[in-house]
């Protein structure tokens, strides 16, 4: 029997409902205001800095203030240090040959802002940039005779302030529109039309897709307002407020650290970064991950080779980890064995101690003059191995890295199954003659399997995703040959110039990937339970 929540007043109703939703609209038309602004403010100063930067290559003084200015000569190696250097700058107005020497202990601060843009300028060419310090400043560098010509502007005022009373005149005619329609019986569309009004603001900041999805957003309070959806869900949180007061600070945690991260990851996949600015580019990133972007199939840049490399990565450990943990849980659980419990705590160190740590240890320990793994092959009268030159031996260096550390985990999940395992069972196969072969295949196993199967699942996805171990132990060596679709996507971020899209794209990719593994795994965990 389902409860009726009691009626509320119309006007009461539909003011909860159109000022909870103005908030929460408002908060993004913030956003929206802010990322305008900084556009703008961002394109001005961009502007200001050619115009500064071609005064400055015609001779005379910037019109708009500027931080600093001036003709950069090429660099000319000292002869006592052929790696240093040295650069002299012409300041705009000076005479022909009228130079100084850029930096020095008496130079002014902004010379290394010169200095900077010239060395950007003998890579890239004539350019323009906002600085990347934070201060809003742009920098431009345009071909001269004698070098180029640099003009950095001067720190920006008071940003654009907020048009408060705007958005105070829509808050207070949303009010009113809100207000009639309650009166008249018409508080749906009453509160959809009041919240539609901030679709002007939404237009003019975040342009004709954000104004859509303001008024598509409005319309849909509007009906749920209308069917009452918003009284019943307003009931239900009075009625079980206690609860959810407990529930709230781990929803929020779960919101700020997980939900919006992935939001944000999501949206970014969609763009292209390039030297600070922003460019929506569709579907592109995905295309270019998953065509491989014209490269052979056997290239370590190619999302097909990452991805074969990381699901055998995947399988070899889950396999060894299995089969490993496994069989110390067997042993350690014979009778005979004195000092079970001590072996049980040395064998659950490597997964006590942090995977950072390990993996540095067992990187020191493949280490091909020093290491600990080749003193022992020399000796036992073998040569040594250079693990990471070759792909066979840096990718076992890996595995066997990241064996150490997981098996102590399907071990722990392994006693715990053969704990469950009734003696009797045992005693009955032995009176009837099975041999110890024979009790394992068909007591013990068919018993581990359905606790077994989820420590499977979580144990790949973990292996999957396992970056510290190949960041720190490999490093991809050689030739990232040995990188993993995780450690694929940190380089597209922060060693391929900043793409940050594409990071963002290959990090969907993974998730995919991995929903699907635990779509498919938890399938399998259930059938095996049923059996």
Same mark, same amino acid.
């Given at each position: 029997?389902?409860?009726?929540?009691?009626?509320?007043?119309?006007?009461?109703?539909?003011?909860?409902?159109?000022?909870?939703?103005?908030?929460?609209?408002?908060?993004?038309? $913030?956003?929206?205001?802010?990322?305008?602004?900084?556009?703008?403010?961002?394109?001005?100063?961009?502007?200001? @800095?050619?115009?500064?930067?071609?005064?400055?290559?015609?001779?005379?003084?910037?019109?708009?203030?500027?931080?600093?200015?001036?003709?950069?000569?090429?660099?000319?190696?000292?002869?006592?240090?052929?790696?240093?250097?040295?650069?002299?700058?012409?300041?705009?107005?000076?005479?022909?040959?009228?130079?100084?020497?850029?930096? /020095?202990?008496?130079?002014?601060?902004?010379?290394?802002?010169?200095?900077?843009?010239?060395?950007?300028?003998?890579?890239?060419?004539?350019?323009?940039?906002?600085?990347?310090?934070?201060?809003?400043?742009?920098?431009?560098?345009?071909?001269?005779?004698?070098?180029?010509?640099?003009?950095?502007?001067?720190?920006?005022?008071?940003?654009?302030?907020?048009?408060?009373?705007?958005?105070?005149?829509?808050?207070?005619?949303?009010?009113?529109?809100?207000?009639?329609? @309650?009166?008249?019986?018409?508080?749906?569309?009453?509160?959809?039309?009041?919240?539609?009004?901030?679709?002007?603001?939404?237009?003019?900041? /975040?342009?004709?897709?954000?104004?859509?999805?303001?008024?598509?957003?409005?319309?849909?309070?509007?009906?749920?307002?209308?069917?009452?959806?918003?009284?019943? $869900?307003?009931?239900?949180?009075? @009625?079980?407020?206690?609860?959810?007061?407990?529930?709230?600070?781990?929803?929020?945690?779960?919101?700020?650290?997980?939900?919006?991260?992935?939001?944000?990851?999501?949206?970014?996949? $969609?763009?292209?970064?390039?030297?600070?600015?922003?460019?929506?580019?569709?579907?592109?990133?995905?295309?270019?991950?998953?065509? /491989?972007?014209?490269?052979?199939?056997?290239?370590?840049?190619?999302?097909?080779?990452?991805? /074969?490399?990381?699901?055998?990565?995947?399988?070899?450990?889950?396999?060894?980890?299995?089969?490993?943990?496994?069989?110390?849980?067997?042993?350690?659980?014979?009778?005979?064995?004195?000092?079970?419990?001590?072996?049980?705590?040395?064998?659950?160190?490597?997964?006590?101690?942090?995977?950072?740590?390990?993996?540095?240890?067992?990187?020191?320990?493949?280490?091909?003059?020093?290491?600990?793994?080749?003193?022992?092959?020399?000796?036992?009268?073998?040569?040594?191995?250079?693990?990471?030159?070759?792909?066979?031996?840096?990718?076992?260096?890996?595995?066997?890295?990241?064996?150490?550390?997981?098996?102590?985990?399907?071990?722990?999940?392994?006693?715990?199954?053969?704990?469950?395992?009734?003696?009797?069972?045992?005693?009955?196969?032995?009176?009837?003659?099975?041999?110890?072969?024979?009790?394992?295949?068909?007591?013990?196993?068919?018993?581990?399997?359905?606790?077994?199967?989820?420590?499977?699942?979580?144990?790949?996805?973990?292996?999957?995703?396992?970056?510290?171990?190949?960041?720190?132990?490999?490093?991809?060596?050689?030739?990232?040959?040995?990188?993993?679709?995780?450690?694929?996507?940190?380089?597209?971020?922060?060693?391929?110039?900043?793409?940050?899209?594409?990071?963002?794209?290959?990090?969907?990719?993974?998730?995919?990937?991995?929903?699907?593994?635990?779509?498919?795994?938890?399938?399998?965990?259930?059938?095996?339970?049923?059996?």
């Amino acid at each position: 029997m389902t409860t009726t929540p009691p009626p509320r007043p119309p006007l009461r109703s539909a003011l909860r409902d159109a000022g909870i939703a103005a908030v929460v609209l408002l908060l993004i038309l $913030f956003t929206a205001f802010v990322r305008h602004r900084n556009g703008e403010h961002a394109s001005r100063e961009r502007r200001r @800095a050619i115009e500064a930067a071609q005064a400055v290559a015609r001779g005379d003084t910037p019109v708009h203030a500027t931080s600093a200015i001036g003709v950069v000569r090429p660099a000319l190696s000292s002869k006592d240090h052929p790696y240093l250097a040295r650069r002299k700058v012409i300041d705009p107005g000076a005479r022909a040959g009228r130079e100084r020497a850029l930096g /020095g202990p008496d130079a002014p601060a902004a010379d290394k802002l010169l200095y900077d843009a010239a060395a950007r300028y003998d890579r890239e060419g004539p350019f323009v940039a906002m600085l990347a310090d934070g201060s809003g400043r742009a920098v431009a560098a345009v071909t001269t005779a004698r070098g180029p010509a640099i003009a950095v502007t001067a720190p920006p005022g008071t940003p654009e302030g907020l048009p408060w009373l705007m958005l105070v005149g829509l808050v207070g005619l949303g009010a009113a529109i809100v207000s009639a329609g @309650a009166v008249s019986g018409r508080g749906g569309i009453g509160v959809g039309v009041a919240l539609a009004a901030l679709a002007v603001p939404a237009w003019m900041w /975040g342009g004709a897709m954000l104004a859509g999805a303001t008024g598509l957003a409005a319309a849909g309070v509007g009906v749920a307002h209308a069917r009452g959806a918003t009284d019943r $869900f307003a009931a239900a949180i009075a @009625a079980n407020r206690v609860a959810l007061s407990f529930l709230a600070p781990a929803a929020i945690a779960m919101a700020v650290l997980v939900l919006v991260p992935f939001a944000v990851g999501l949206v970014i996949g $969609f763009y292209d970064h390039h030297h600070g600015q922003w460019t929506f580019v569709g579907l592109d990133n995905f295309a270019k991950i998953l065509s /491989g972007d014209g490269r052979a199939f056997d290239d370590p840049l190619n999302f097909w080779f990452i991805l /074969g490399v990381t699901v055998l990565w995947t399988g070899a450990n889950v396999l060894f980890h299995v089969v490993i943990g496994t069989t110390l849980a067997l042993a350690l659980r014979q009778p005979w064995l004195r000092l079970r419990g001590l072996f049980r705590v040395l064998l659950i160190v490597p997964w006590a101690i942090p995977n950072y740590i390990t993996a540095l240890i067992w990187k020191g320990m493949f280490q091909g003059e020093y290491g600990a793994v080749n003193s022992l092959l020399e000796g036992v009268g073998l040569d040594g191995v250079s693990w990471f030159s070759s792909w066979g031996t840096a990718f076992a260096a890996n595995v066997a890295t990241n064996t150490w550390l997981g098996f102590p985990f399907m071990m722990v999940v392994a006693l715990g199954a053969l704990e469950s395992i009734p003696r009797d069972l045992y005693e009955a196969a032995e009176v009837d003659g099975a041999s110890a072969w024979q009790r394992l295949t068909q007591i013990t196993l068919p018993h581990l399997r359905p606790a077994l199967a989820p420590a499977v699942i979580l144990g790949s996805i973990w292996t999957f995703n396992m970056f510290n171990v190949i960041y720190l132990v490999s490093g991809g060596k050689p030739g990232g040959s040995t990188d993993i679709l995780v450690t694929d996507a940190y380089r597209w971020a922060f060693e391929r110039g900043e793409r940050y899209g594409m990071a963002a794209a290959l990090g969907t990719i993974i998730f995919l990937i991995l929903l699907l593994w635990t779509v498919f795994g938890t399938r399998v965990t259930r059938k095996e339970e049923a059996a």
